[in-house]
């Protein structure tokens, strides 16, 4: 047999494995699909706020190796300042590969500085500038709070944003439009007063932080929920914060029936709730784990035992916002001078 036939025929086998790693996908309320499992590519934060920003195209290498893993949705914002780095990982798998652009599903955010609904387009086209796209597949409101250019609050209201997000998606800039973390009044207002409904909500979401109520009210509404910060502080992220820990018997037992990591489980029992999953890694080997996830599934009483670990922990709650009037979290007891000092020592986001 012919040398060339056989790798030709390997590499063909290895791309058709990669890709049904990532071949769940889930049915949006506008007739687009969106698939479950998304590389995040936040890199987050120092102890000051400052935002942790590539180096030497890391980033772009992390997507183009999700890309060759299986993965098919790439979650990022314009928040993250990455995404140049994104779409310069895109391009090169896609030049590498054959694989062409609209099976890869691109989500990024607006920020919170633009929310006027005559900011809303331009910013997008920004965002499609770094990523060099002529669309994305989904757009999200960051956040319902608006700030003006300055930092300084914004009374601007969220559902004349929303009306931006719907130019957006009217203009054929974006296929799919949704809201990040939005709280569950939030949520219903935004529904009752729309013209687009929201084909997504993003939150986030673990065994630390189960969602159910607000999870409960997408369910029922045809709303898509994205999950970030799969892990919460289950891997040992903040010392302070409630168990479980990656070495509670629980999940240690789960991950040896399945043979599977805790990450892994951790991020079948979002799939199993019917949520997109957005592990974040630059690591390639935990890049493939992340994914390697569909040879098992957790059935209705473990997911039940995931869930009763929910102390509606967040990992972040970003105390310098408390003050705006469509702030969507629960509030720590927090004294207006400790506010005042958390405003005063954040450098960035």
Request: charged share 25%; glycine share 4%.
């Amino acid at each position: 047999m012919d040398v060339r036939w056989v790798l030709y025929s390997l590499f063909v086998f290895h791309k058709l494995v990669s890709v049904s790693k990532a071949s769940l996908v889930y049915s949006l309320n506008d007739g687009f699909e969106i698939p479950a499992i998304a590389l995040g590519t936040s890199l987050g934060h120092l102890s000051d706020g400052t935002r942790v920003l590539p180096i030497n195209h890391s980033l772009a290498q992390a997507v183009e190796w999700a890309l060759e893993a299986g993965y098919r949705h790439i979650d990022t914002a314009s928040l993250y300042r990455v995404e140049d780095e994104v779409g310069l990982g895109i391009r090169n798998y896609v030049r590498n590969s054959g694989v062409a652009r609209r099976d890869i599903y691109v989500t990024t955010k607006l920020w919170n500085d633009a929310h006027g609904r005559a900011e809303v387009i331009p910013a997008l086209k920004i965002s499609l500038e770094q990523l060099q796209l002529a669309y994305v597949d989904l757009y999200l409101m960051h956040y319902p709070m608006a700030y003006k250019k300055d930092g300084t609050v914004s009374l601007t209201d969220y559902l004349e944003t929303w009306k931006g997000l719907e130019d957006a998606k009217d203009a054929n800039l974006t296929k799919s439009i949704g809201v990040s973390n939005f709280n569950l009044s939030q949520m219903q207002r935004l529904w009752d007063h729309c013209r687009i409904k929201p084909a997504v909500l993003q939150i986030e979401v673990n065994p630390s932080i189960t969602q159910n109520e607000l999870i409960n009210w997408c369910n029922k509404h045809g709303v898509i929920v994205m999950a970030y910060s799969p892990f919460g502080a289950i891997l040992g992220r903040k010392k302070d914060a409630p168990p479980p820990r990656s070495d509670d018997a629980v999940l240690t037992r789960i991950a040896l029936k399945y043979k599977k990591t805790v990450p892994q489980v951790l991020l079948r029992y979002l799939l199993d709730r019917k949520l997109v999953a957005i592990p974040r890694s630059t690591n390639k080997e935990r890049i493939k784990q992340n994914i390697d996830l569909m040879d098992f599934s957790l059935n209705s009483e473990e997911v039940e035992e995931l869930s009763s670990f929910n102390s509606n922990y967040r990992l972040r709650t970003p105390a310098k916002w408390y003050s705006h009037p469509f702030f969507p979290f629960e509030k720590k007891n927090l004294t207006d001078t400790q506010i005042r000092y958390i405003i005063e020592h954040s450098k960035e986001d």
